[in-house]
Nanobody, 122 residues
Framework: QLQAFGGGSVQAGGSLRLSCADSRRTFTNNGVGWFRQAPGNEREFVAGISWNGGSTTYKDSVKGRFTISRDNAKNMVYLQMNSLKSEDTAVYYC?????????????????WGQGTLVTVSS
């Protein structure tokens, strides 16, 4: 079971670090992704990381601001978010992929955790 946490309220320009805990070792050998869903919008891809952390991929609008990482010894995946903008406001979800790769397609993720809310005020 995956659980995302670390969300909160922050002013524009601030930082937050999200964490995704894998209590059942669901993504030990799998790629992991972060997605987000703002009110009225579809859930969208934010960042993905391969099973060993060797490959990452990002949504264009977060490149250079967000960094995804993982610690397989702790069964954890992180999303460091810097220079936050109001448009980053959303519920953020982590998900385990069907493969070991870092991918952006939502259909390639099959285990989803509970989300955590990030609110960025301008």
């Amino acid at each position: 079971q995956l659980q995302a946490f670390g969300g909160g309220s922050v002013q524009a320009g601030g930082s937050l670090r999200l964490s995704c805990a894998d209590s059942r070792r669901t993504f030990t050998n799998n790629g992991v992704g972060w997605f987000r869903q703002a009110p009225g919008n579809e859930r969208e891809f934010v960042a993905g990381i391969s099973w060993n952390g060797g490959s990452t991929t990002y949504k264009d609008s977060v490149k250079g601001r967000f960094t995804i990482s993982r610690d397989n010894a702790k069964n954890m995946v992180y999303l460091q978010m810097n220079s936050l903008k109001s448009e980053d406001t959303a519920v953020y979800y982590c998900a385990a992929g069907r493969t070991a790769a870092a991918v952006s397609q939502k259909a390639l993720y099959n285990y989803w955790g509970q989300g955590t809310l990030v609110t960025v005020s301008s």
